[in-house]
């Protein structure tokens, strides 16, 4: 295992990526494909990696879980994508997308990792346009902007309500040049569920194929994860149904640390939930915010009525009124927080779930009016339908209804500067890592992070890993890979063959979900982290003596899929819930009770708390480190949205 | 709600299918058309019986994974909606539901009512794509591109690649799918440089998959769920 060191550089912040770049080793062009290189996951940045590898010369081979690459969820994310290029010239700048982001995640990430991607973001848009990702333009022909939560700028840039779609699918299509170049070999329906580690480092993975259930030991120099996120641990998340933590907890499990598992992003515009047979929650996007107003009912006995027959002296703008600076735009975690305690006061609106209206408006009306339908529809058109294809309501006419939902998950596997986690050879990428959001994720910042790891910094880092590593020949009969193989088989087999089996693999994803969302949600605190903790224990031997999966595992089988990415998510909710009760401060998306300001915002312990909290494998008792976090150009400030 | 479910089972590629028949009941009209199936499978796991596979993934009609044929409709009835989409509601008037994977040589079925797909990621790879490598690209702004172009090339680039287009054609044809890709670059002036070629070999590819030519029965427009033009495939004719 490597040291757990940051491996930051020193100097001025402006220069430490370039000079970090020039420090890094090389590998000449026509040595390159001696080089192999396994990534998993192939959405926004293990795409981007896939294809800038492949461009440089390497020999790449690539798994995901989805039919195709094209179908990865970084295809859903709507609003845009940061960089600050300051073409409103309005006073941005890489400092300004630095400070904004940093600030965003309340103090919680390193200053040279974000400054590095601020640099980055206005390459990306480059990439991007060269690529033919039709982003939204003015009538001069330049490039438009709008803005997104938790800034005061316009550095936003999109493709109607479908930008992750486009950069993904532009990501996707460079991928394919290499694959047709033959430098990329691509695998679909494919799940990574196995790290292989010879002398220390990562040298493969164990998959399964998931139509012919064949299990199959992959050989490499080093491994990059680009898997994503977790927020399907709570089951009812806007993630795709098929995004896990599988990959990453067998990382974990294998001794790369965890980092800060309990920064989980709310998202607060989410068409609210209906009832028990939902199966996942969609996500409205946060540009929606910036014309639309969110208010409630000032008066509890407004709840049930029509909201058009609400007059206006009986609206609360709630954002409004507690944030006059920021109002609608505020934090993404501010936001939801203030929704929660409006719906808890008891002045929600909507279905009733678990004897709570679970909603509030965010309302169009003044909007159309001023703007006219027509542009309300080129703007938000295909968000507007979407919302009336789940509802059955046209919000032209009714205001729409939100609720938070899980959405993103800030923490992740441990990586140092150069994105390697503490195994050698086992690289993080995109949601998959913890490194630049903090706490919190300021909007339109996923898809910029996750496209700043593919296209341009992994690339540099694995040459560097590559260039000065020694790598012996290994082949698929060395005991260690045989041994990887052997424990994915056996704990297939353990789900195939539980002692008891009653229930079905969605039963225990409910299950774990509601603990997670009760006790390691919105709100957190100490005695309900407690209990929720020795719910899972015991959820978790439950599980495995009752999981149920029919059919066979040599075989296109979505149960056994399921069962083991649940079994997963219920020690990962372990460690989630570990986590969050160590943190006696608030700061963030990570809302303990016991340290909220009158206000509801966060109260931050920078003194005892100013640290990264990586998660060491250790059974049931994971060992905590603490990466203590340096702020040199930046002095930490309570964060002052009103 | 209830309904009598005919469901199309078929253990692999090799093997023969065959419809197979499934009650569900008290089901909510807000559960979603997916819902309804995890529901059915939900059943299938208590009486130990091997669960329907069916692809999705995202469930908000962006991923292009789901893909059902409901009562001979790809993507059911309602217009510009992914089968994931689908509410119960919009069924409240019909009691038998029959529903079925893809039907074209060219998307073999995995099992039940999944479909292997690669083909199209095979025209894909074959051309469509900028050849333009990391580091080389100039200032975003230094191309100024109309507002028209922008849009068009966005109106084509919203293909899910769901495979609906081919589902429905009587041809079993790809041309929608691969003319929205190629009109898409041919919009923009930093696609514009590789079109000829670019349209020869997807067309090229598109052939050699096995799937059949346009033959203008417009079928694949009225089901796509994001509501492509066949004037994409007009516009690609052009180029030949």
Redesign the interface.
Known sequence: MQKFNSNVPTGPLENRWDKHKFDLALIAPQNRKKYNIIVIGTGLAGA?LC??LG?AGYNVESFCY????????S??AQGGINAS?N?QNDGDSTWRLFYDTIKGGDFRARESNIYRLAQLS??I????????V??????????ANRSFGGTQVSRTFY??G?TG??LL?GA???M??E??SGRVKHK?RCEMLEVIIIDSKARGVVVRDL?TGEISSHIADCVVMCTGGYSNAYYLSTN???CNTSATWRAYKNGAYFANPSFTQIHPTCVPP??D????L??MSESLRNDGRIWAPKNKKDCEKNPNDIPEKDRDYFLERMYPAFANLVPRDIASRALKSICDEGRGVGSIVNNQRLGVYLDFSSVVEKMGTDKVKEKYGNLF??YE??T?ENPYAVPMKIYPAPHYTMGGLWVDYNLMTTIEGLFACGEANFSDHGANRLGASALMQGLADG??IA?QTVANYLARGKFEEINNNHSEVLAAVESVKSRIDNLMNAPEPKH?P?YFHKKIGSILWTSCGMARDKKSLKNAIIQIEKLKSDFWKNI?V???DK?????LEKAGRVADFIELGHLMCVDALDREESCGAHARLEYLAETGDAKRDDENYGYVAAWEFNGDNPLLHKEHLDFEFIKPTYRDYK | MNFILHIWRQKNTQSNGSFVTYNVNDIDSDTSFLEMLDQLNEQLIEKGEDCVVFDHDCREGICGTCSLVINGHPHGEKKATATCQLYMRDYANQKELWIEPWRAKSFPIVKDLAVKREAFDRIIQSGGFISVSVGSAPEANSQLIKKDDADCAFDSAICIGCGACVAVCPNASASLFVAAKINHFECLPQGKIETGKRAQRMINQMEQEGFGSCSNHRHCETVCPKEISVSNIASMNKLL
């Open positions: 981007s294809a800038t461009e989805n039919d195709s690459p094209r179908r990865a969820h295809i859903a290029k073409y206005c390459n848009i480059d990439q991007a346009v060269s690529q033919g039709p982003f939204a333009r003015e009538y001069s022909g330049y490039l493709a109607r479908q779609q486009q699918l996707y299509s460079s394919s040049k694959i047709t679909s139509v795709a149904k098929g209906t009832g047979s939902q199966s996942k969609t996500l339908d979407m294809s789940i059955g296209y341009f690339p079905s969605d149920k029919t059919g066979a075989d296109f089988n979505q149960t």
